[in-house]
């Protein structure tokens, strides 16, 4: 069973311009994206910069609202919830950031962090929190007197453990993760994704993972679905996206991020030249058709829809 459903989500941001400031267009950003995630499954949503990703993981946190469709968390619908209603379902869906110390109080020490929500949620106070805490500091692998420093004497491996653990303090059942280990070094991103995984197995989490990184997807995703410009163009399951990839711009993605044959390399590498168009005037018809080598007539005027061409593999291309 699912523990989040996301359906036709849609995200367009106003264009204000003139004297009058009147709305002149709009940037759509997310543009009917449907999906869904089991419980202890992760979902990677990759895709270059801007092409909504991260829109996507505000617009299902209620960060910000969506203009159209539906998120459905846990069986229950909170697409339209205000703030005040949202509140009990924060505790179910908790997010990761890519640089956990911009949302830490400098001011306070990390132990006090950590322990919020568990007070903000009424989940526990005083000597059962600090417990709480120094098990969760204790779990995401930093030693348990590291609760009295302070976010700014951590490294940047150790405050991604401690967002970690802030983010597991409610228990939630879903993290949105965006970008969790883009700043920090390789060996490093593997500890941190290794530690996710082991989360994941103990608690059955869901993991909607946003990255432009194939090599970090490829590592923690279960299912991968591929965005351009506010789009799905292909979903699949790990290994069938990267054995198989039936979307050009899939194809040029995987062979951008892994070249093992310098001469396909060449050749593939020249799909993805170009600039993404912007999303304030994306391309008619299929969005990628400035950049598809494959291209055709039908391309330029028809929108493809995202269909199953073969059990969990979906793309959206005239052409398969
Ligand atoms: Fe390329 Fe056309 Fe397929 Fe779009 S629909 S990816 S332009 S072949």
Redesign the pocket.
Known sequence: MSVLEVDKLVKHFPIHGGLLQRRVGEVRAVDGVSFAIAKGETLGLVGESGCGKSTVGKTILKLIEPTSGRIVLGGEDITALKPGAMWPHRKRIQTIFQDPYSSMNPRLSSGTIVGEPLENFGIARGRERDERVAALFQRVGLRPDAMRKFAHEFSGGQRQRLGIAKALSVSPDVIVADEPVSALDVSVQAQVLNLLIDLQEERGLAYLFISHDLAVMRHISHRIAVMYLGRI?ELATKRELFARPL???TEALLSAATAPDPRRAKRKRAIVQGDVPSPAKPPPG?H??TR?P???A??KVAS?TLREVAPGHFV?????
């Open positions: 163009v979307h050009p711009y299929c990628f058709h598809c494959y291209a055709v039908e391309c493809p959206a291309c005239h052409l398969r």
